[in-house]
Structure formats: C-alpha cells, structure tokens
C-alpha cells in the first residue's frame, strides 16, 4: 500500500510540476510549430519532459547519498542522465547539430560503459565467448540506437508517454514479483510514476511535448537500466526485448528500409508504422491505446513468462515479437509513400 501511495505521490508532483513547465514555455514561446513532416496540426509548447527528468534525477540523488546506491550506479544515472537531458534542453531552446548531439551521445555511452565495468566474460553467443572490446562496441553502438529511437518514435501525442510507463513500469513489476522492493525496483516505479504525471499533459490531444530533453533521456535510461539489470542477474535480456518490442522494431524496420531503398536515414521524416497508423485512422488517441493495449495484455505477460520459464525464452521472445514484426511491416514501416 505505502508502494502505491509513493507513486501516486510522485505521479502528482510530476503532473505539477509539467504544469510550471508548460506555462515558463509559453511565456517564451517556445513551441514546436507542424510542418510538412508533422502528426500534429496546431503549435504546441515543447521541453515537458523535463518534469520527469528532475523528478527522477531528485530520486536518484537521495537514493545514493541514503546508501541504496553504488558510486558507479550514481555515475551512470545521474552523470549520464544530466548529459543526455542537458543537450536535449539545449536542442529543445533552440537548436543543436546533429553532430553535436551525436558526438555527446557517443560519449555518455562510452561513460556509461567504462561505469559499468568490463562485461566481456558474461556474454557468449553459442559457445563463443565474445572479446571485451567487440562487446563494449555493441554495447556503446545499442546505447546510443536506444536514446535515438526513443527520439524518433516520440512522434504523435501520448505513444512515448505509453512506452516509457509500459516498459519501466512492467520491468518494475517484474523485479518485484521476483524480489521484492530492492533499489532497481523502487527507481523504475518512480520513473513510471513520473512518467504517467507528464502523460496527464502529454494524453491526446497534447497540451505539450516531451521535447528531446525527455525522449533522449528516456531512450537512455531504458539502455542504462537494461544494462545494469542484465549485469546484476536481476532481469534477462529477453524480457527488455519483448517489453521495448514496439518502439524498437518499428524504429529498427524503418531503418533498415529507407537505407536500402537510398533514403537518407539522418533524415527527418514521418514514415514510421505508427505515424502510418495515425494517418491512416486519422487519430492519435487510438494509435496510442493500441501501442497501451498491446504493451499490457501482449508483451508484460510475454516477458513475465520468461522470468518463469528461462529455458523457453527465446523460442517465448519470438513468439511474442513476431507479430509486432509483422504489423510494423503491414503499416509500412519506413516506406515512403503508402496506399492507405
């Protein structure tokens, strides 16, 4: 009961706070204002995510000093998420290169990783034990597609609100069923609680965005947390591959897709399965219960279901992931132009 009444107490912090937020924006006129490429029609302040990011940045901060957490967990949470957030705030102002942002994307990961320590005798690919380095290059490699696919997928109003609840909030879940209230599993429903206050602004239709402030620090900490947790033994692979499904393999599939049709893949552009979706169904609101629909009844019991039975979890993970791969391909996952 005192779990529940602590996210709760956070959810309504967060949803006040985004409310400060939203009136600073407006006062600076800092709006995200449609274009050709847009899914929204009207200008609509921006940088809301930055009600989640102190909320959770605050959580972190008295966790450590309290003793909950290890200097190398605070490095990599706290460090990396100020870094991810401060360029993301400073692209939300005005503008950041894309060189830039992706130079100090690169930069956190490989922080991150030289935090986390040396992972190369803990992963084997059959009976390949893979060297340290090749590992650390992945690992920065997957890192920085987490933080950026998160980015692209924020793209129509709730659906990056919907993932980051479902993903945090169900690998949350998990941890607890299985061990109880422990620090990783304390941070992840404050997070999801702390997400769901923004989403009270963030719900269809929007009264602000995230912002890269909060889209880049949520791609970081679902790369951050799938990292520590994986190393600590608390969580598989598997069950943040099945939970992250939607995001990664619509963002995964259009990528693939527009690099081999010659499409700049750098580029922006709104070929996403779910801006499809959207335009197809002409509503933002029914694309994102979909996504909270099959995030809650799909995947949770599909992830759920490998921390039961390890044995099974891949031949679990595919099942699960299998159909998403095929609807991200039937809403026309990074083609150009699709006949609705």
């Known amino acids: 009961m005192v779990d529940v009444l602590i996210v709760v107490i956070v959810c309504f912090i967060a949803k006040w706070v985004t409310g400060i937020i939203r009136t600073y924006v407006l006062t600076k006129n800092l709006l995200d204002i449609p274009n050709e490429r847009s899914s929204h029609a009207v200008p609509t302040p921006r940088g809301g995510g930055l009600s989640f990011v102190l909320v959770f940045l605050v959580t972190v901060e008295l966790f450590f000093l309290s003793g909950k957490l290890e200097f190398y967990q605070f490095m990599i949470l ?48 059959g009976e390949y034990l893979l060297p340290s380095w090749l590992l650390n290059i992945l690992l920065v490699l997957c890192l920085v597609w987490s ?32 061990n109880g209230n422990i620090s990783e599993s304390w941070l992840l429903f404050v997070l999801t609680g702390a997400c769901l206050g923004f989403l009270f602004w963030n719900w269809p239709p929007a009264k602000i965005f995230m912002g890269d402030v909060g889209s ?16 600590s033994g608390l969580l598989s692979i598997w069950v943040w591959l099945i939970l992250f499904g939607v995001f990664w393999i619509d963002a995964t599939i259009t990528l693939i897709r527009r690099f081999i049709s010659g499409e700049r893949v750098c580029e922006a552009h709104y070929f996403h399965a779910y801006q499809h979706a959207a335009r197809k169904f002409k509503s933002h609101k029914k694309v994102t219960l979909a996504v909270l629909n099959i995030n809650l009844f ?25 159909p998403i791969i095929v609807l991200a391909i039937k809403m026309g996952a990074g083609v150009t132009y699709l006949n609705s």
């Open 78 to 125: 706290f460090t990396g998420g100020i870094l991810i957030a401060g360029i993301g705030y400073i692209d939300d102002q005005g503008h950041v290169s894309a060189k830039l942002r992706l130079l100090v994307h690169f930069l956190v990961a490989i922080i991150t990783l030289y935090f986390a320590g040396d992972l190369g005798s803990t992963v084997k690919i």
């Open 298 to 322: 799909w995947l949770f019991p599909s992830a759920l279901a490998t921390t039961f039975f390890p044995e099974f979890s891949f031949v679990i993970t595919a099942l699960a992931l299998t």
């Open 147 to 178: 933080l950026n696919l998160f980015n692209f997928m924020d793209g129509i109003d709730g659906i990056a609100g919907v993932e980051a609840i479902s993903v945090f909030g169900g690998t949350a879940t998990i941890i607890y069923i299985n």
């Open 216 to 231: 880049g620090f949520l791609g970081y900490l679902i790369g951050v947390f799938t990292l520590l947790t994986v190393k």
